[in-house]
């Protein structure tokens, strides 16, 4: 392993580690059993994204595997794993040893389930899909999540959405354990012919690689079917089953429709629905999944400060018909709130009760706001919530609160939404992601004419251009959503480009994603 990502074994290590660099730094833990491959890769680069420090834990984790399981022949290639830590920039790999972890070195020779305190999921979580043909797995994944988030205390843990399962049982457990700090969900990635990527393809021969294709291409048929506006569970199923069936040497142990996030069974796709399945090629178990969503496209906009962005979004919402969630209009109704409410700006305990309470609502058109049922649509432009937005929303609690309630606006789609870290944090699964830039010196001239418009005075661009470098690194590094460019965002440098000719483009990648 080269020098830059260190490597601990031990508990003591670890805690150690954190404790000398962490200072209010954001820690983001990407927690793997190892033989890392694409898929760990991008939620280890998604951590690296969102936070100082990552920390990517490797475990072969012997309480989620049945007596009869893989347990001793899981892939262990630590070398190999720690070089690709080491050129994704990980921080540190946390990788200890069963005795280290108190789970005993198998679950069949030790019953560790006996002598240690284990995490019980809610029984109709894990008793149906994988919980069916593993029994205890998934009491043993949450047991071993909750020994690494304990440890690492993480402000972010990263999961891949192809353990649909695990990742919402995870998230069922933090809620219900209030585990301060975020599970986040990431895209499956998938080899070129459609194989979600996974640690166990290595136990396939070529052959069997070729054949394990049919199980993305069967959940793209219960796509196209969903596509066609056809919802129910017996179609949808039906034509995973007749797609997988090409493939006799396939033999499939389930596929069901269920809610993704409580698992329960579905008989039809009402608003989100979870196609799961899981197949044995020879001794090889596999699994994959795809979510169905009747929602309209999010488009989340991005970018540094004088890029255009509010323009472009409000206009882009408004030809294709969709929400301008405006979040600072929300911050703005949330310090209306507060001022009228008479507390302290200060008084974050009580900011955070009033805020974790209130309703918030846009009008049909994204032109009126209503807090509490208050029309503020006036209001929040006064000289007075002018003058306290920024401090109220600087508070991690209003930061927190107003991303819940975002969100919870966003859940059905249609929006439009801008900032600096929507398509990243706010909404990462949004379906069309912009990043909107613009150079120094055009960002510099626009606001110059901006201050002529208003018939202000006159700041020469120099002048203007610092300010604007200034504020970009500013915005990167601050502690509270920086500025992230995501992954999959589509760049629009808009230097040559008038505001018509951005909302067009935009407008044209959204009629593509549909
Ligand atoms: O998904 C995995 O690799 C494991 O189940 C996890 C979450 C690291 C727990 O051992």
Redesign the pocket.
């Known amino acids: 392993m080269g020098v830059g990502v260190r490597l601990f074994k031990t508990t003591a290590a670890i805690r150690c580690y954190l404790e000398k660099n962490r200072h209010g730094k954001f820690v983001g833990l990407v927690?793997?059993?190892g033989a890392l491959h694409p898929g760990h890769l991008s939620l280890i680069q998604r951590a690296r994204q969102e936070n100082d420090i990552v920390i990517v834990?490797i475990?072969v984790?012997p309480l989620?595997f049945g007596p009869t399981e893989d347990f001793q022949k899981y892939p262990r290639q630590l070398e190999q794993d720690g070089q690709m830590c080491q050129q994704a920039d990980v921080d540190a790999i946390f990788a200890p040893t069963p005795e280290e972890m108190g789970t005993g070195q198998n679950i069949a020779a030790s019953s560790p389930e006996q002598t240690i305190t284990q995490v019980v999921p809610p029984a109709t979580m894990t008793s149906v899909l994988c919980g069916l043909s593993r029994p205890g797995h998934f009491q043993g994944?949450a047991t071993?999540?909750i020994k690494l988030l304990n440890l690492v205390q993480p402000e972010r843990a990263y999961?891949?959405q192809k353990?649909a399962q695990?990742l919402a049982i995870?998230q069922r457990m933090a809620a219900d354990l209030k585990i301060p700090g975020s599970i986040i969900g990431c895209p499956i990635v998938r080899e070129a012919s459609g194989l979600a990527y996974s640690s166990r393809n290595q136990y396939l021969t070529d052959e069997q690689k070729q054949q394990a294709q049919v199980l993305y291409r069967s959940l793209q048929q219960a796509e196209k079917v969903f596509r066609s506006l056809i919802c129910d569970r017996a179609s949808l199923v039906g034509a995973v089953k007749t797609e997988l069936a090409k493939v006799p040497d396939v033999q499939l142990e389930y596929v069901e429709l269920v809610h993704p996030n409580t698992l329960t069974p579905l008989d039809d796709v009402d608003e989100v629905g979870l196609i799961a399945l899981a197949a044995r090629l020879g001794n090889t178990r596999l699994i994959d999944n795809v979510l169905l969503r009747h929602r309209k496209p999010i488009i989340a906009i991005d970018g540094p400060a004088g890029a255009g962005k509010s323009t472009v979004a409000r206009l882009v919402a408004k030809a294709l018909g969709l929400l301008y969630l405006d979040t600072g209009a929300m911050y703005r109704a949330v310090t209306w709130l507060v001022l009228q409410s008479g507390i302290s700006v200060e008084d974050e305990p009580a900011i955070a009760e009033l805020v974790s309470q209130c309703l918030l609502r846009f009008g049909e058109d994204s032109s009126k706001i209503w807090i509490n049922e208050h029309d503020v649509t006036q209001a929040i432009r006064t000289l007075e919530v002018t003058a306290k937005v920024s401090v109220i929303a600087a508070q991690p609690v209003v930061r927190r609160e107003l991303l819940r309630l975002q969100q919870s606006l966003g859940k059905k789609g249609g929006v439009v939404v801008e900032g600096r870290d929507i398509g990243t944090h706010v909404f990462p699964d949004a379906e069309l992601k912009i990043f909107l830039t613009a150079s120094v010196h055009e960002r510099a001239e626009r606001r110059q004419q901006d201050l002529k418009n208003q018939g202000l005075k006159e700041i020469s661009l120099e002048q203007l251009e610092q300010t604007i470098i200034d504020r970009d690194a500013f915005d990167s590094t601050r502690a509270l959503a920086p500025l992230r460019q995501a992954v999959d965002a589509h760049t629009i440098q808009t230097d040559s480009l008038s505001i018509a000719e951005v909302t067009d483009r935009i407008v044209s990648l959204y009629n593509q994603k549909l």
Do not use: A, H
Request: hydrophobic share 45%; aromatic share 14%.
């Open positions: 927690p793997t059993m834990s475990f984790n989620q994944v071993i999540v999961f891949g353990d695990q995870i």
